[in-house]
T-cell receptor, first 117, second 108 residues
Framework: DTAVSQTPKYLVTQMGNDKSIKCEQN?????MYWYKQDSKKFLKIMFS???????INETVPNRFSPKSPDKAHLNLHINSLELGDSAVYFC????????????????FGSGTQLSVL | GQNIDQPTEMTATEGAIVQINCTYQ??????LFWYQQHAGEAPTFLSY????GLEEKGRFSSFLSRSKGYSYLLLKELQMKDSASYLC?????????FGSGTKLNVKP
């Protein structure tokens, strides 16, 4: 069974459209994330949720709206898509361990390649 | 701000040893992680360091010097399947800050 699964894997759409990417994890983790990887392969955090509550919003345009219906799901909705939104979006999860980070590694989904035309 | 630097690309020969360096300047530090990412795939965890020193894990080892803001990943007995990008990430409170990755090309 896939630990972190996200759909769709590929998303091709026109500028101005609205689209959603879904993510689910079956690891029982409390924290989920959205990362954006640009053409230079730079992975940048967008959002982080802990047990359904937003804890990190890294100055992402408000056209991006994450939603966490429960701690196993974190979806990303994008309004009015722009050319610059083209990238690979990765969902990830981890289990916070307080001061001990030894087990707090990230588990990534397989990514969604978004192409805005 | 957070700054994590890695070489963009490296090439090495099958069977050889390669060292990928990472330097960082971050406002906080809870640990340093290395991830491997094959083209078109998700990053997968390789190793982590919280304290100074060398952590060995089979063909892969990772070193950390917190005072120097420096880490390296050492890959021994290189195999063709090791051709991938290697991402250095600093864990700071609730966030992971990633470098842009080092693309490793392993040639026969």
């Amino acid at each position: 069974d896939t630990a972190v699964s996200q759909t769709p894997k590929y998303l091709v759409t026109q500028m101005g459209n609205d689209k959603s990417i879904k993510c689910e994890q079956n690891l029982g983790h409390d924290t989920m994330y959205w990362y954006k990887q640009d053409s230079k392969k730079f992975l940048k955090i967008m959002f982080s949720y802990n047990n359904k509550e937003l804890i990190i919003n890294e100055t992402v345009p408000n056209r991006f709206s994450p939603k966490s219906p429960d701690k196993a799901h974190l979806n990303l909705h994008i309004n009015s898509l722009e050319l610059g939104d083209s990238a690979v979006y990765f969902c990830a999860s981890s289990q916070p361990t307080g001061s001990d980070t030894t087990n707090e590694k990230l588990f990534f989904g397989s990514g969604t390649q978004l192409s805005v035309l | 701000g957070q700054n994590i630097d890695q070489p963009t690309e490296m090439t090495a020969t099958e069977g050889a040893i390669v060292q990928i360096n990472c330097t960082y300047q971050t406002s906080g530090f809870n640990g340093l992680f290395w991830y491997q990412q094959h083209a078109g795939e998700a990053p997968t965890f390789l190793s982590y360091n919280v304290l100074d020193g060398l952590e060995e894990k089979g063909r892969f080892s990772s070193f950390l010097s917190r005072s120097k803001g420096y880490s390296y990943l050492l890959l021994k007995e290189l195999q063709m399947k090791d051709s991938a990008s290697y991402l250095c990430a600093v864990h700071n409170f609730n966030k992971f800050y990633f470098g842009s990755g080092t693309k490793l090309n392993v040639k026969p």
